[in-house]
C-alpha cells in the first residue's frame, strides 16, 4: 500500500474488468477512492450485469479506502454528468478521471454496418467527451485535475477494425486539444496506450485463431509465441497511477505505451519534408510539377504499407 | 485543361464552397466527371439549407466539358451516402474518386460544449467520411481501383478551443490508416489532405481564434499565419496527384497543402522507452517511475 494518491477522488469506467480493474484497484492502492463505472457488458456491449463492479469495490474496499459503484453507460451525456456527480457526492469533489470503457465491433470496412461503425464510436468516443465534458468543468474550478484517456495501437492502422481505430485516433486528438486548454488551469489530459491480454484482446477464439493459423503456416512459431504471450492487465496501471500523482503536474498532452515492463512515448506526428513554390506569383502547383517532384522530395523512401495484390500473387 | 482523369468519376462532398468546390473544379479540369454534394447550409454552423451553391459548382464544372451532377443531401445520414454513391454511379457509370470534405463548425471551450456541438460535427467529418467510404469502398473493390482522400486539419495535432472538431479530424486521420492496409490490395488508395487556407469556415473562426491568441493559447505567430491565409484554390494539386494514376503508390499518408506549400507528416512513432523484467521483478512501482520518468521518457 502507498500513499502517493491518498485523499484524490477518481472516477474509472469500464473497470469492472480487465485494464480498467486493474487501474482502478492501482489508484485505490494508492489511497484514492474510486467510483467504479461499468455497465458490466460482454465485450460487444450487450448483456448487461451489476456484478463485475460490485465486484471491484469490495476489493478496493478492502484496501482501506473508500469505493461505490455505478452501472451507468458513459454513451449516454446525462448518464455521464451522473457518474461524475457519484463520486463528488460520495467522496466530495474529483481529481482523477480515467476514461477505459470500450467495445468491440471487428469487421471489414466493406462490411461493417451502421450500427457496427456507431456502437463503437459511441463507447470509446463519445463516452471520453461525455465523462471529460462534465469533470473538466469541476476540474477548472478547483485548479487541480487528472485526466487519462485510453487510446490502442489501433489508432496507427490496423486490418479489421476501422470503427475502433477511428474511435482510439479520435481519442488521441481530443486528448490533445483538451490538454492545449485545460493546462493552464493545473488541469492534465494525457493518454496511456496498452497493451494487455484480456478477454477483449486475447479471447479463446482469438487464441484459438492464432493456433490455427500456425498450424496453417500462415504466422510464424516467433510471432506466435509473441502473442501467447502477451502480459496480463495488471502491468498497464503503473503509468496511469503516475500520470494521476502529483508527481506528473508537467506531462500534458502525451501518449503513452504501456504494458509488461515497457513504458514509452510515442512521438506527434510532424511535417517530415516540404516542396514550395512562390503561389502568388506562379500560381498553384501543377499535375506536371507534382508528379515529377512528390516522388523524388515528399515520398523519398517511402514504402507503401499495403500494396496492390497483382493477379496470382501468394497471400 | 488536363486529361489525366479522363473517364473517371469523383464524387466530392461539401462541393459547393471553399475547398470542397475548387477540389470540384480541379478534378474537372484533369477530365473527370463529379458528382458536387452539398447540404448548402447558411453558416459554417449549420442554419438555412439551399440548393444554390451545389448548383452553381455544377453550372461551372459542365462549362469544363464533362459531366457534373448535384446533390444536397447529408453526409452524416447512412442511407443519404448511398444516394450520394449510387447518384455517381447511374450518372456516370462508376466511382473511382471519393474526396470526403463536408465539415461543420461549432468552436466551444471544452467546458462549454454542449453534446449537440459534439454530435454534429462528429457526424459530418467523421461519420460523414464512413458512410461513404462505407458505399463506395465495395464497388471500387469489385473494380480493383479507388482513390479516397480524407480532408482533415491540423486541428488534429494543434486544437484551438475546438476539441469536438480535434477528435474527428483525428478520427479521419486514423480512419484513413486503417483503411490503407485494409484497401491497398484491392488497388485502392486511402490517404489525408490537411489544408490551410482562407475559407467561410476560417474567415467564421477568426474572432474565436482572435481569443485564443489574446488568452496566451497561440502566438502572434500563428494567429498572424491565419488571418493571412491563402485561399482555398491552391489546395486542390495535392488532391488532385493522389487521385490520379501517379498516386497509385501512394497509400496511408497524410499531406498539407496551403498556399504554394504541400508538406508530409510522419506517423506517431514510439520514441523512448524504458523496460523491466517484469516477469521476475513485478509492475514498475510508483517511486520507480517518479524516479526515472524525468530523466528518461520526458527528458529534454
Not at chain 1, 471489414?108 to 471529460?132: Q, R
Request: hydrophobic content about 40%.
Amino acid at each position: 500500500m502507498g500513499d502517493g494518491l491518498k485523499g484524490k477522488n477518481a472516477v474509472v469506467t469500464g473497470a469492472g474488468r480487465g485494464i480498467g480493474r486493474e487501474i482502478a484497484l492501482a489508484l485505490g492502492r494508492e489511497g484514492a477512492n474510486v467510483l467504479v463505472n461499468d455497465l458490466g457488458a460482454s465485450i460487444t456491449g450487450t448483456e448487461a450485469a451489476a456484478t463485475p463492479a460490485d465486484e471491484v469495490v469490495a476489493e478496493i474496499k478492502k484496501m482501506g479506502v473508500s469505493a461505490a459503484a455505478n452501472y451507468e453507460s458513459v454513451t449516454d451525456f446525462d448518464a455521464a454528468e451522473r457518474i461524475i456527480k457519484a463520486c463528488v457526492d460520495n467522496f466530495g469533489r474529483i481529481d482523477i478521471l480515467v476514461n477505459v470503457a470500450g467495445i468491440l465491433r471487428d469487421r471489414m470496412l466493406f462490411n461493417m454496418s451502421e450500427e457496427e461503425w456507431d456502437a463503437v464510436i459511441a463507447v470509446h468516443l463519445k463516452g471520453t467527451f461525455n465523462t471529460t465534458r462534465h469533470a473538466s468543468r469541476l476540474m477548472r474550478e478547483q485548479k487541480w485535475g487528472r485526466i487519462i484517456n485510453t487510446t490502442s495501437d489501433a489508432w496507427r492502422g490496423t486490418v479489421g477494425h476501422a470503427n475502433y481505430g477511428a474511435a482510439k485516433g479520435g481519442i488521441v486528438s481530443f486528448s490533445y486539444a483538451v490538454a492545449r486548454e485545460m493546462g493552464r488551469y493545473g488541469v492534465t489530459c494525457n493518454v496511456i496506450c496498452p497493451i494487455a491480454a484480456t478477454r477483449m484482446t486475447l479471447s479463446d477464439e482469438v487464441k484459438e485463431g492464432f493456433k490455427k493459423r500456425l498450424d496453417a503456416g500462415l504466422v510464424t512459431k516467433e510471432r506466435y509465441d509473441e502473442i501467447m504471450s502477451i502480459p496480463p492487465p495488471e502491468f498497464v496501471p503503473p503509468v496511469a497511477v503516475y500520470l494521476a500523482s502529483d508527481h506528473a503536474v508537467d506531462i500534458n498532452g502525451a501518449v503513452l505505451g504501456c504494458g509488461g515492463g515497457r513504458v514509452a512515448l510515442y512521438s506527434e506526428p510532424v511535417e517530415i519534408r516540404g516542396i514550395y513554390k512562390d503561389h502568388q506569383k506562379d500560381g498553384p502547383w501543377t499535375m506536371d510539377e507534382l508528379k515529377d517532384l512528390v516522388p523524388k522530395t515528399l515520398l523519398t523512401g517511402y514504402v507503401n504499407p499495403a500494396p496492390v495484390q497483382t493477379e496470382g500473387a501468394k497471400t | 485543361m488536363g486529361d489525366r482523369l479522363r473517364g473517371k468519376s469523383a464524387v466530392v462532398t461539401g462541393a459547393g464552397r471553399g475547398i470542397g468546390r475548387e477540389i470540384a473544379l480541379a478534378l474537372a479540369r484533369e477530365g473527370a466527371n463529379v458528382v458536387v454534394n452539398d447540404l448548402g447550409s447558411a453558416t459554417p454552423e449549420g442554419g438555412e439549407l439551399s440548393h444554390s451553391a451545389a448548383d452553381e459548382a455544377v453550372a461551372e464544372i459542365k462549362k469544363l466539358g464533362v459531366g457534373a451532377l448535384a446533390n444536397y443531401d447529408n453526409v452524416a445520414d447512412f442511407t443519404a451516402a448511398e444516394g450520394m454513391v449510387r447518384a455517381c454511379v447511374e450518372g456516370f457509370g462508376g466511382i473511382d474518386i471519393l474526396v470526403n470534405n463536408a465539415g461543420i463548425r461549432r468552436h466551444r471551450f471544452i467546458v462549454d460544449m454542449t453534446e449537440e456541438d459534439w454530435d454534429v460535427v462528429i457526424g459530418t467529418h467523421l461519420k460523414g467520411a464512413f458512410n461513404l467510404c462505407r458505399h463506395a469502398v465495395p464497388l471500387m473493390k469489385e473494380h480493383k481501383y479507388g482513390r479516397i482522400i480524407n480532408i482533415t486539419s491540423r486541428q488534429w495535432l494543434r486544437a484551438e478551443g475546438m476539441a469536438n472538431y480535434a477528435a474527428a479530424k483525428g478520427g479521419i486521420v486514423s480512419l484513413t490508416y486503417g483503411l490503407a492496409f485494409e484497401l491497398g490490395q484491392y488497388g485502392i488508395t486511402c490517404n489525408a489532405v490537411a489544408p490551410l487556407a482562407l475559407t467561410r469556415g476560417l474567415r467564421f473562426s477568426l474572432p474565436r481564434f482572435k481569443k485564443v491568441f489574446e488568452d496566451g493559447l497561440i502566438t502572434r505567430e500563428h494567429y498572424e499565419r491565419l488571418v493571412n491565409q491563402a485561399g482555398p484554390e491552391f489546395v486542390p494539386p495535392i488532391v488532385v496527384y493522389l487521385a490520379s494514376e501517379y498516386g497509385a503508390g501512394v497509400n496511408g499518408r497524410v499531406f498539407h497543402a496551403e498556399g504554394g506549400k504541400v508538406s508530409l507528416f510522419s506517423v506517431s512513432e514510439e520514441q523512448r522507452a524504458i523496460y523491466k523484467d517484469h516477469a521476475k521483478d513485478g509492475p514498475w512501482s510508483l517511486d520507480e517511475l517518479i524516479a526515472l520518468m524525468p530523466k528518461t521518457l520526458l527528458a529534454e
